[in-house]
């Protein structure tokens, strides 16, 4: 199991990119989590997922989308919302 957590986290950037740069919103990220959830546990979904939310490919997509600091404010407080929920589901 650490084996394939390793692999999985050294390559979680290339796993994700293509999905990433199809991703409409951050709302699907719930379901990347519910799935990791299913197949392994909740720590490990709650790691994938601030991963990928601390990515630099996800940060570039938002922060370029984010033009003024209302629109920063707006996708860091989205990025907390994210992460609570799936911290408590």
């Known amino acids: 199991m650490q084996v394939f957590l390793i692999f999985f986290h050294k390559n979680l950037n290339l ?25 392994f546990n909740r720590i490990f979904a709650i790691h994938v997922v ?7 490919i996800f940060n570039k997509i938002y922060k370029f989308k984010a033009k003024n600091k209302l629109h920063r404010f707006i996708y860091i ?13």
């Open 15 to 39: 796993f994700f990119q293509k999905f990433l740069y199809t991703m409409k919103n951050l709302r699907k990220l719930l379901i990347i989590s519910k799935i990791l959830k299913y197949k």
């Open 50 to 56: 601030k991963h990928i939310l601390n990515t630099s």
């Open 77 to 89: 407080r989205k990025k907390a919302q994210i992460l609570r929920e799936i911290e408590e589901n």
